[in-house]
T-cell receptor, first 111, second 108 residues
Framework: EAQVTQNPRYLITVTGKKLTVTCSQNMNHEYMSWYRQDPGLGLRQIYYSMNVEVTDKGDVPEGYKVSRKEKRNFPLILESPSPNQTSLYFC??????????FGEGSWLTVV | RKEVEQDPGPFNVPEGATVAFNCTYSNSASQSFFWYRQDCRKEPKLLMSVYSSGNEDGRFTAQLNRASQYISLLIRDSKLSDSATYLCAVNDNNDMRFGAGTRLTVKP
């Protein structure tokens, strides 16, 4: 089954404690991205990757890092989380027809 | 001005009603357009692509108006199961931008 898998799905953490949200897709898509979704603001792109070892900032990259060492994986790293990074995060991959497939989402709370 | 804008709603309609949503975009060079459906606390899923000539999928019709820079989604004969948030998406040079979504509730 074609899917995007992200983990953890739910996480409560404390300010400053580094965390990584993993993302994996099994569709051999070159393009992957991370979004955060906040009430009233919709989906905002954090980072995207056009292919292995190619990453670029989206609209809200501050406080985040990513890496793309393999085609299937695109982890999101919060080196020093802050409360304003409390959000719902979606990993996504995109096919050649620009259809986006989202992971199930990761609910992150930073206290 | 936001790059992709939608009326947030909520739209509350009775079963069987016809409802329409619009979505405006700011970049006239945008290349492709989509409607996604998002159920509460779930990930968005593609509902339909929007083609220049307009397209229909069952009770759903999507249209694009490039001159006025908006796309629309029409839902006929609304079902309770259509209750969700509908997000429009606009592709600008490999950059997919989403509207904040329009919430629809269909009531018995």
């Amino acid at each position: 089954e074609a899917q995007v898998t992200q983990n953890p799905r739910y996480l409560i953490t404390v300010t400053g404690k580094k965390l990584t949200v993993t993302c994996s897709q099994n569709m051999n898509h070159e393009y992957m991205s991370w979004y955060r979704q906040d009430p009233g603001l919709g989906l905002r792109q954090i980072y995207y990757s056009m292919n292995v070892e190619v990453t670029d900032k989206g609209d809200v990259p501050e406080g985040y890092k990513v890496s793309r060492k393999e085609k299937r994986n695109f982890p999101l790293i919060l080196e020093s989380p802050s409360p304003n990074q409390t959000s719902l995060y979606f990993c996504a991959s995109r096919n050649s027809r620009n259809t986006i497939y989202f992971g199930e989402g990761s609910w992150l709370t930073v206290v | 001005r936001k790059e992709v804008e939608q009326d947030p709603g909520p739209f509350n309609v009775p079963e069987g009603a016809t409802v329409a949503f619009n979505c405006t975009y700011s970049n006239s060079a945008s290349q492709s357009f989509f409607w996604y459906r998002q159920d509460c606390r779930k990930e968005p899923k593609l509902l339909m692509s929007v083609y220049s000539s307009g397209n229909e999928d069952g009770r759903f019709t999507a249209q694009l108006n490039r001159a006025s820079q908006y796309i629309s989604l029409l839902i006929r004969d609304s079902k309770l199961s259509d209750s969700a948030t509908y997000l429009c998406a606009v592709n600008d040079n490999n950059d997919m931008r989403f509207g904040a979504g329009t919430r629809l509730t269909v009531k018995p």
